[in-house]
């Protein structure tokens, strides 16, 4: 986040920014004359202008409390083909994901980081970059390196997951987001053929819920995108 050194008391009043900011205003690319949303001492938001030098800012719009999720909102879509994938990246920013974990999968797009412009380090950061830029969001969700289901299952976690399944039994998604609402929450997306059997036994042996958008097959872009919409419609229900 882009941090003020103290919380603005009016409009169009300049406040210093702190002074360990340089790093994180490279992240943003910021420049002189550019509206970012930037967080005071008390964690309050506000829209703020960058003046020369980066410095200083002028602040000039306060925004919601709301603006970022309370906790940890992460996606975990296998890979699909390259639009599909760009499309899943810029709508899960829009949406509030705070994290992105890119999965390889049995049926999963095979990933070749020379072909089809699907280079994470550039490609997939820009629109990142971009659509978080775009819809105001305080932090750029971190995008973490391509990583096979398995390595991924046997890393240590303090969330909750839960994979988007077309088969029975599986839990509704808000009914499942309702227990875990307080708490880090990661959902993971399968690849246009579904899950493997032998996935599906993986991730239930890590005790992650079979969840549900309802009865209709869905293309993996589409599961992605409601899903998140659902959590994020959700969170601030609960706010």
Known sequence: MIRLAWSPSRREEVVALEPDMGTTLERWQARPGDVLTMVDPAGRYFRARLLPRCMEAVVFESLPAEMEPRHPRR????????????????????????????????????????????????????????????????IIPRLHPVQPLDRFMAGNSDEKRAFLDAYEPRVPLPVWHQHHRDQPMALLCGPEGGWSDRERQLMSDHHITAVSLGHRILRTETAAIAALAVVATLDSTFT
């Open 75 to 138: 996606l975990c879509p296998v890979i699909p083909e390259r639009e599909r994938m760009l499309l899943i990246l810029q709508k899960a920013v829009e949406l509030g994901v705070t994290e992105i974990y890119p999965l390889l999968s049995e049926r999963g797009q095979p990933v070749d980081e020379t072909r089809h412009g699907q280079n994470k380090s550039s490609t997939w950061n820009r629109i990142i970059l971009k659509a978080a830029r775009q819809c105001r969001r305080a």
